[in-house]
């Protein structure tokens, strides 16, 4: 299969390109390299999506089997339909979960309404991103047509090159405990919804699906599992044995503990009701078209050792600081 990946550089996109060589497919490549360097053994073009001429440099004369995308901005993914569709057979585009307009539901799928689309082709922040990545797959769908796409609403994404920090943080917390005796803070929300798809596990099943033809919109996420499921697996990687304290949500809130990710967060926490599903989708659709999951202890100990590895130059992006969840604990009485 000659595969041209929009991309290819961060954390997904170089993960598709690496499992498609391996797979010995030929890859091409098209990034700016803002986020790094393209993998070994493909072809790299550089080129600026958001440049009329940005995709000049893979349409001289070139074929594609298949194109992956994993653009959030509609008017790189409209012009790149444009362009490719002539020359490409089938369109994979990677979309999210944040597209649903309502996420309080448990155990969905596919069938959750969308939010409108964004009325522009420029996404100018994350407030937007669902409404952005519906204007995204409507321009796909509209140009390949469905029976040429498949639409993947990726989930939760973990596992190694995880920049977020939100896989790898819980065990990397859990082999570095601050508090008396080993303790770690926890929300006290065990049974809420929440999967992790392993980014390497996605990538090989989207070039699956890019080489055998799959059309369709699937939510690709891991198997169903809870916060509190997570949070034992990421012990049991980390070999952790001490007191794990938990808090309610009011009180984390009281005292200015962020739920999901970012500064003095805890990461995959979610308290919101109106958003309490959002990692609750089934994905037994994309499960029935060949999407596999390894052990989740195996997606979080390559997620620690991504964290272990950060330097001065990738600070960590979220989580609580030492001196926070140690002060958090005290008022706790650990």
């Keep these: 299969m000659r595969l041209l990946v929009l991309g290819g550089?961060?954390?997904?996109?170089?993960?598709?390109?690496?499992?498609?060589?391996?797979?010995?497919?030929?890859?091409?490549?098209?990034?700016?390299?803002?986020?790094?360097?393209?993998?070994?053994?493909?072809?790299?073009?550089?080129?600026?999506?958001?440049?009329?001429?940005?995709?000049?440099?893979?349409?001289?004369?070139?074929?594609?089997?298949?194109?992956?995308?994993?653009?959030?901005?509609?008017?790189?993914?409209?012009?790149?339909?444009?362009?490719?569709?002539?020359?490409?057979?089938?369109?994979?585009?990677?979309?999210?979960?944040?597209?649903?307009?309502?996420?309080?539901?448990?155990?969905?799928?596919?069938?959750?309404?969308?939010?409108?689309?964004?009325?522009?082709?420029?996404?100018?922040?994350?407030?937007?991103?669902?409404?952005?990545?519906?204007?995204?797959?409507?321009?796909?769908?509209?140009?390949?047509?469905?029976?040429?796409?498949?639409?993947?609403?990726?989930?939760?994404?973990?596992?190694?090159?995880?920049?977020?920090?939100?896989?790898?943080?819980?065990?990397?917390r859990f082999a570095h405990p601050v508090g008396a005796g080993g303790a770690v803070l926890a929300p006290d929300d065990p049974d809420l919804p929440m999967s992790l798809v392993d980014v390497r596990d996605l990538a090989a099943w989207l070039v699956r699906c890019a080489g055998d033809g799959t059309a369709g919109v699937f939510d690709a996420v891991g198997e169903p599992n809870t916060l509190g499921g997570l949070l034992s697996s990421a012990r049991e990687v980390a070999g952790h044995t001490g007191p794990v304290v938990t808090a309610a949500a009011t009180w984390l809130s009281e005292h200015g503990v962020q739920e999901w990710m970012g500064e003095d967060s805890l990461p995959l926490w979610v308290s919101d009701p109106e958003w309490r599903g959002f990692g609750a989708h089934t994905g037994a659709a994309a499960r029935a078209a060949g999407l596999t999951s390894r052990p989740v202890t195996d997606t979080l100990r390559d997620a620690a050792a991504y964290e272990e590895r950060r330097g001065p130059d990738d600070p960590r992006r979220c989580g609580l600081s030492d001196d926070t969840e140690r002060r958090l604990l005290s008022l706790l009485g650990h």
């Design 9 to 172: 550089t961060a954390m997904l996109g170089r993960a598709v390109a690496e499992r498609a060589v391996a797979d010995c497919h030929v890859v091409t490549c098209l990034a700016r390299g803002v986020a790094g360097e393209a993998p070994e053994g493909v072809t790299w073009v550089r080129g600026d999506r958001d440049a009329g001429d940005g995709l000049d440099g893979v349409l001289d004369g070139a074929r594609w089997d298949a194109v992956v995308d994993v653009s959030r901005q509609p008017g790189q993914v409209r012009r790149a339909v444009a362009a490719l569709e002539p020359v490409a057979d089938r369109f994979v585009f990677v979309s999210t979960g944040n597209v649903y307009a309502v996420h309080s539901g448990l155990a969905t799928d596919e069938s959750v309404p969308l939010l409108p689309p964004l009325d522009g082709d420029v996404m100018e922040d994350m407030s937007t991103y669902g409404e952005a990545k519906v204007a995204c797959e409507a321009a796909v769908l509209d140009g390949f047509g469905p029976e040429r796409t498949l639409v993947a609403r990726a989930g939760l994404i973990g596992g190694p090159g995880d920049w977020s920090g939100r896989s790898g943080w819980w065990p990397w």
